[in-house]
């Protein structure tokens, strides 16, 4: 690394309006970022699809797999207790990391798409019926669309969708004319998985809990790179996957306020959810186990923990701030790639967007603007990133993305753009 780029990470990452020594990507805690990819060193610009795992994650799994695994809630013997314990105080450090009121509100599920599937098969089959109202946005994630869908397919609920302006923001104007008396369920994502957009969750909630509806948020993309206090925002239900957070695939958390949990019925039914079982009835536990049938991720429960711990110890202002300051760095950057068009940038929030940028570039596919910077080892997002209808309202077939994490640096950005001039120059 030269001098000059030295400093320029030091002033772009320079932590000063939230404290603390000057904030440095910590590339090497993350043993994958050293393998070359195409002979070239690796450059992860998808932490939005996937984030890459600290050896403290990994290390947290293996040693609990070494020397604590056993079934969880079961066991009378020594490893049982252990890994119960272990389990359950996982439970309680995501809890404390998201601000809950209490672990009672935290499920364990496969990820954000079995949470807010099991809000809209629970929740929603026993609280929205016909002619009642689910609003999302033209934002979301098909994960936090088709869930919507098949509970209208099964309860005559209708789905209503709040526009976004040509700048990526969301319309809180027209969101506001389209709540009323029938809104049940405003669900919405805290952060665009396309566009970086971050949306105003606590307004949002208080126009929802004036008209009595509930709201629920899928923090996918925000819990891994902003300080979330579920309970400050203001939402009912909050969503998130452990392994965009730095944690393992194969777990994630639906938070839920105690009160709504208390009244939801199970999602699922088998082992772990019930107090006793006979072929007459069946006595159901309280929440979350409620909500946990069958055995459950219990190694990942361990590094997800890990995970929060070492967001928590890096400083989730500090993490927004580097990768803000990334994207404000890459934005210029992309201005001087000929043909090279920003999507959904702009407008007056541009200093809220969390670090995703989407782009196309004039006469090239994203797909080839991917494949060419894989051949130099720079692992891009292309397609249209699991929100078709978002690409319909940007006029767009699909775009190529880019998206930080806590690991990355000015010299990733410099090499992305390198790259884009090499994609420039393959295509003519
Ligand atoms: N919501 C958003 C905003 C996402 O970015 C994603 C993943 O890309 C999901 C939901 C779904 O997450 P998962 O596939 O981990 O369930």
């Known amino acids: 690394m030269q001098a000059s780029e030295t400093s320029k990470t030091r002033e772009l990452s320079g932590t000063a309006a939230v404290g603390g020594p000057p904030y440095r990507a910590p590339r090497e805690e993350f043993p994958i970022l050293s393998r070359p990819v195409n002979g070239r060193p690796?450059?992860?610009?998808?932490?939005?699809?996937?984030?890459?795992?600290?050896?403290?994650?990994?290390?947290?799994?293996?040693?609990?797999?070494?020397t604590r695994y056993a079934n969880v809630h079961r066991g009378v013997?020594?490893?049982?207790?252990?890994?119960?314990?272990?389990?359950?105080?996982?439970?309680?450090?995501?809890?404390?990391?998201?601000?809950?009121s209490g672990a009672d509100e935290v499920i364990f599920v496969r990820g954000a798409t079995e949470a807010i599937n099991l809000v809209a098969a629970s929740f929603g089959r026993s609280f929205i019926s016909s002619g009642d109202e689910i609003i999302v946005t033209e934002l979301e994630h098909h994960s936090n669309i088709v869930p919507w869908q098949l509970l209208r397919e099964s309860t005559g609920a209708v789905l209503k969708v709040a526009p976004i302006a040509d700048d990526g923001t969301l319309d809180l104007v027209q969101l506001e004319a389209m709540l009323g008396s029938r809104t049940r369920l405003?669900?919405?994502?805290?952060?665009?998985?396309?566009?970086?957009?971050?949306?105003?969750?606590?307004?949002?909630?208080?126009?929802?809990?004036?008209?009595?509806?509930?709201?629920?948020?899928?923090?996918?993309?925000?819990?891994?790179?902003?300080?979330?206090?579920?309970?400050?925002?203001?939402?009912?239900?909050?969503?998130?996957?452990?392994?965009?957070?730095?944690?393992?695939?194969?777990?994630?958390?639906?938070?839920?306020?105690?009160?709504?949990?208390?009244?939801?019925?199970?999602y699922q039914g088998g082992g772990e959810m019930i107090a006793s079982v006979t072929f007459e009835q069946t006595t159901l536990k309280h929440p979350p186990h409620r909500f946990e049938a069958g055995t459950p991720p219990i190694i990942e429960a361990n590094g997800l923990a890990a995970a929060c711990d070492y967001l928590t110890d890096l400083g989730l202002a500090r993490i927004c701030g580097h990768e803000a300051a990334l994207r404000a760095y890459a934005l210029e950057g992309l201005a001087t790639v000929?043909?090279?068009?920003?999507?959904?940038?702009?407008?007056?929030?541009?200093?809220?967007?969390?670090?995703?940028?989407?782009?196309?570039?004039?006469?090239?596919?994203?797909?080839?603007?991917?494949?060419?910077?894989?051949?130099?080892?720079?692992?891009?997002?292309?397609?249209?990133?699991?929100?078709?209808?978002?690409?319909?309202?940007?006029?767009?077939?699909?775009t190529a993305r880019?998206?930080?994490?806590?690991?990355?640096?000015?010299?990733?950005?410099?090499?992305?753009?390198?790259?884009?001039?090499?994609?420039?120059?393959?295509f003519g």
């Open 42 to 66: 690796l450059v992860w610009l998808d932490t939005a699809a996937t984030a890459q795992k600290p050896r403290r994650v990994l290390d947290a799994m293996r040693s609990f797999s070494e």
């Open 77 to 100: 013997h020594t490893l049982g207790y252990a890994a119960t314990q272990a389990y359950e105080e996982a439970r309680l450090r995501v809890a404390q990391f998201i601000g809950a």
């Open 186 to 266: 405003v669900a919405v994502t805290h952060v665009s998985n396309v566009l970086g957009t971050v949306l105003p969750i606590a307004t949002i909630a208080r126009m929802a809990h004036a008209v009595g509806a509930h709201l629920l948020v899928d923090g996918c993309q925000a819990v891994p790179h902003r300080f979330v206090d579920v309970q400050a925002i203001g939402a009912d239900f909050y969503a998130f996957s452990a392994h965009k957070m730095y944690g393992p695939t194969g777990i994630g958390v639906l938070w839920g306020r105690r009160e709504l949990l208390a009244a939801m019925p199970p």
């Open 338 to 398: 000929p043909g090279l068009r920003v999507i959904g940038a702009g407008g007056n929030h541009e200093d809220g967007r969390a670090g995703i940028i989407s782009f196309t570039m004039d006469g090239v596919h994203p797909h080839d603007v991917a494949t060419v910077l894989d051949g130099s080892g720079i692992a891009i997002r292309a397609g249209h990133h699991c929100a078709q209808p978002l690409m319909q309202r940007l006029s767009v077939p699909a």
């Open 402 to 426: 880019v998206s930080f994490g806590l690991y990355n640096t000015t010299e990733d950005v410099d090499a992305l753009v390198a790259g884009l001039g090499e994609v420039g120059e393959v």
